[in-house]
């Protein structure tokens, strides 16, 4: 072998080698060149609203308009309600974030910070290239991986036609888009990440994970780029809809449910590379395309134009909110054509809430409207606080009714308030996502302990300004009740049972580690002039609280904390005697004897179980 072939035939060894070296030179290049505009994000949402508890977490997001100070991250991330945020950059200086954008149904949103807040760092805008994303392509997802506040992982894009992950009922989930697929092994924090490829431009999203595998989930950068683009023209962010969640079905599949051969031909000659049509898999009731859009039916044309994809039909959508368009459809092998109203997205998303005796409640979202197959009417409880939790009224019930009264949105659930007084009842209807028969509770209103207010969001300020709701009609004098006793056979019962009460409390706060909130235990009459009640510290537990005593099972009235005893399991709490008008209650005798050991039980001699200091014996005359 002459010497210039085997230095040929080594090289040839060699390249491939080289051609590694030189793209990870070319990485490092890149990653080092736009890793100053990655951002550690820490969020804490200070309420519950829609799909989200009030919650602090960690994230990603990546600068995308330095002079205007936009950050590009997920929709969970600047989440729905308000929240208090700051950006972390690379050389660990921080400022503050203001969300400008959430998008009602993809996974992405926008904050803003002061450009003029950051000393000693320039950071690098990061180009967004819908068009880049390509299957074998390698990328880079740099993030806040794990809460690390810069992590570099390495992976591939397996598919460009993953349907949007789903993260179960009653949560956020995005829908009507295709996601990125690559094993890139992303966890908690990479939420908002870039996905970049080897020049440094962004490719998509980074949104999810699959915590049983290694694949990650990446929104790809359609509607990510249009809506910067409007943000940045200081232009409203138009976002349509049908209420209709569509599916990306192949062929195969579309012959099943009726497709013509003459409308395959068609739609095969006119995107030879696609392999697949959209399908209609849900419409919410009393939507606009109710009753004109159907489950199984195929999707052709909108206004005249054959549409196949997700981004096209948003595309048509977007730009004629507030407009009818013309639908052609297959349903069952038969056109169907149909005018259908697009709504505006962004009317059908909450943007306020009511925050009264610790719960939080906002109008039902086009969101949760999906999961629960109702139209977007009603009142959501987003956090059942004190009020709610003491009437049974979960987080997650749709308030519709209230005292009779249809609630089908904020205005009407403020009204209802307003006609309350503090101690005033109320019936209150709901439905959840579970049952969707309807459920009636029963809802004593409180303004004692928490502020009642609605707040809207403001995203030109960014915050939520806030307005005292109404203080309500001043409450009436209670109205004196009275009940029956039970008469038991066993002339002991006989006896003690008029003594004995229900007492319940209910704790509004979690203090001096008293963690439950509703308490309720047996209570001892011992003074019926004064309304004086004996009950034990694991009933009544702090002296803040609302404190109610139950006659016979049947007459409840407001009872008040008297006193707790420092170091020994005791309380005692009153009601007013007038209360319970002619009631037959008998207060207990105390029996300031010492027991001793030997002695028949108190049980046996009618005495209540309580420590020795506080043992008692009720009038035993038998009536």
Request: aromatic share 8%; glycine share 8%; hydrophobic share 40%.
């Amino acid at each position: 072998m002459t010497p210039g072939r085997f230095i040929t035939a080594v090289a040839a060894l060699f390249l491939p080698y080289l051609g590694l070296a030189s793209d990870e030179m070319a990485w490092t290049e890149t990653l080092e060149r736009i890793s100053s505009g990655v951002v550690s994000i820490r969020v804490d949402s200070t309420r519950a609203f829609d799909t989200e508890w009030n919650s602090s977490s960690q994230a990603t997001g990546f600068v995308v308009d330095a002079e205007r100070g936009l950050i590009l991250t997920n929709r969970h991330v600047v989440t729905p309600g308000p929240v208090i945020a700051e950006a972390v950059f690379r050389n660990n200086e921080e400022v503050a974030l203001t969300p400008v954008y959430r998008d009602p149904v993809h996974d992405f949103g926008f904050f803003r910070y002061d450009p003029a807040k950051l000393s000693y760092i320039k950071p690098m805008e990061l180009e967004l290239a819908p068009e880049g994303a390509g299957i074998g392509k390698e990328i880079r997802v740099i993030g806040n991986d794990a809460g690390e506040q810069l992590s570099i992982l390495a992976g591939t894009i397996a598919r460009l036609d993953r349907k949007a992950p789903e993260y179960g009922r009653g949560k956020y989930n995005d829908f009507n888009t295709f996601y990125y697929q690559a094993a890139s092994g992303t966890s908690g924090g990479s939420s908002g990440s870039p996905v970049v490829d080897i020049e440094g431009q962004v490719v998509a999203l980074n949104a999810g994970a699959n915590n049983s595998a290694a694949s990650s989930f990446f929104l790809p950068l359609d509607r990510v780029d249009r809506a910067l683009k409007m943000l940045q023209d200081d232009a409203p962010v138009t976002r349509g809809t049908l209420q209709s969640t569509f599916q990306s079905k192949a062929y195969d599949e579309l012959r099943r449910l009726g497709l013509t051969a003459e409308a395959e031909q068609l739609l095969r000659s006119t995107f030879p590379e696609q392999t697949g049509m959209l399908t209609v898999d849900q419409v919410v009731p009393g939507s606009p395309a109710a009753g004109k859009l159907a489950p199984g039916d195929i999707l052709l044309r909108v206004n005249g134009r054959l549409v196949t994809e997700f981004v096209p039909l948003e595309a048509i959508l977007d730009i004629h909110v507030g407009e009818e368009i013309e639908i052609e459809l297959e349903r069952g092998g038969e056109l169907v054509e149909a005018l259908v109203l697009v709504d505006d997205l962004h009317a059908i998303t909450p943007d306020e809430y009511v925050e009264f005796g610790d719960a939080v409640v906002n109008k039902l979202s086009y969101q949760q409207a999906r999961h629960y197959n109702r139209a977007a009417d009603g009142v959501y409880v987003a956090n059942p606080g004190y009020l709610f939790s003491k009437a049974a009224i979960p987080r997650g019930a749709v308030i519709i009714e209230m005292d009779g009264e249809s609630i089908s949105d904020l205005d009407d659930f403020e009204a209802a308030l307003a006609e309350l007084a503090d101690g005033e009842r109320a019936l209150v209807r709901f439905v959840t996502m579970e049952n969707p028969h309807s459920v009636v509770r029963l809802l004593e209103m409180n303004r004692v302990w928490f502020p009642a207010r609605r707040c809207a969001r403001d995203d030109a300020q960014g915050f939520w300004p806030c307005r005292t709701l109404a203080d309500g009609p001043a409450p009436t004098a209670p109205e004196a009740g009275s009940t029956k006793l039970t008469r038991y056979s066993d002339p002991i019962v006989r006896a003690i049972a008029p003594s004995l009460v229900v007492v319940t409390f209910d704790l509004p706060y979690s203090l001096s580690g008293v963690a439950d909130r509703h308490y309720y235990g047996t209570g001892l009459i011992v003074d019926k002039e004064r309304g004086y009640v004996v009950v034990d510290r694991n009933t009544v537990p702090i002296a803040v609280g609302d404190v109610t005593v139950t006659f016979a099972g049947s007459l409840e009235v407001k009872g008040k904390i008297e006193q707790l005893h420092p170091l020994h399991n005791l309380a005692i709490v009153s009601y007013d005697p007038a209360s319970i008008g002619d009631t037959p209650v008998r207060e207990a005798r105390f029996n300031t004897e010492p027991l001793s050991a030997g002695a028949d039980s108190p049980a046996k001699l009618g005495v209540f179980s309580r420590p020795a200091a506080l043992a008692v014996v009720p009038n035993l005359k038998v009536p």
